[in-house]
């Protein structure tokens, strides 16, 4: 049955024309461990862009009736900037000379009538994280790649996951000829603490299980 619901994500995303930076298997697995861990608490992710990841996410917690916190400066990270690698012109606003990626993220939301669940957070996630309470299902992290910014995102962030719950971290390359170490470097540090359980990788997704 899941099924089913995960092929018409893929076509509407496609239709669409939703930009992100998920493969289908790693978008898949987002929403089926999203619906397992709902039942523990809220999801929430580091890293929404124009709405891809939130749109899986946000539809497994939609029917687990739980809700998604989505947060993004929607600046764009290091290689989105003019000039790098990732820029899309499109998601650049001429006056403010500056990337927003907000307005294509909140258009994705009501594509996908995802209003009611997926609560955007519009700021750097390690001001979010000092005044985070609640207790969460599943995080992931998908925000800047340096090994600075994605160590203090998966370590801050792993400390707000229930037992039970799961840490999902996007770009693991184990090995540098595949792409940058900042994301492993992380799960790796994450493992050390001695409480998270690296279950298994979905093409570069590492999924992390607190015990
Ligand atoms: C690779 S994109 C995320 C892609 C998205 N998950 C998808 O499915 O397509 C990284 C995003 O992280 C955001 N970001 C980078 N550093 C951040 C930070 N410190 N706090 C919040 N968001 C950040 C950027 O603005 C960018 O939108």
């Known amino acids: 049955m899941n099924d089913n619901k995960i092929m018409a994500l893929h076509q509407a995303i496609d239709k669409h024309q939703i930009k992100g930076f998920l493969a289908q298997d790693e978008a898949e697995a987002l929403y089926r461990f999203a619906l397992e861990a709902a ?10 862009y124009c709405g891809k990841s939130s749109v899986y996410l946000g539809s497994a917690c939609r029917e687990k009736n739980s809700t998604l ?6 600046r764009g990270s290091e290689e989105h900037q003019p000039g790098e690698e990732y820029h899309d012109a499109e998601l650049f606003d001429p006056t403010a000379q500056v990337m927003d990626t907000l307005p294509a993220l909140r258009r994705t939301l009501d594509l996908f009538d995802l209003q ?23 995080v992931f992290i998908d925000g800047g790649h340096s090994h600075a910014q994605a160590l203090a995102d998966c370590l801050c962030w792993a400390e707000k996951i229930q037992p039970g719950g799961l840490l999902l971290i996007h770009d693991i390359f184990p090995s540098p000829q595949d792409g940058g170490q900042g994301p ?19 093409n570069s997704l590492g999924v992390l299980h607190r015990r």
């Open 116 to 138: 009611d669940t997926v609560v955007p957070v519009v700021a750097p996630s390690q001001v979010v994280v000092k005044q985070w309470a609640t207790p969460l299902g599943l």
């Open 39 to 48: 039942n523990l608490g809220p999801c929430l992710e580091i890293g929404s």
């Open 69 to 74: 916190f989505a947060v993004d400066h929607h």
């Open 184 to 202: 492993y470097l992380a799960l790796q540090a994450v493992v050390a603490r001695g409480d998270f359980h690296w279950e298994t990788t979905v």
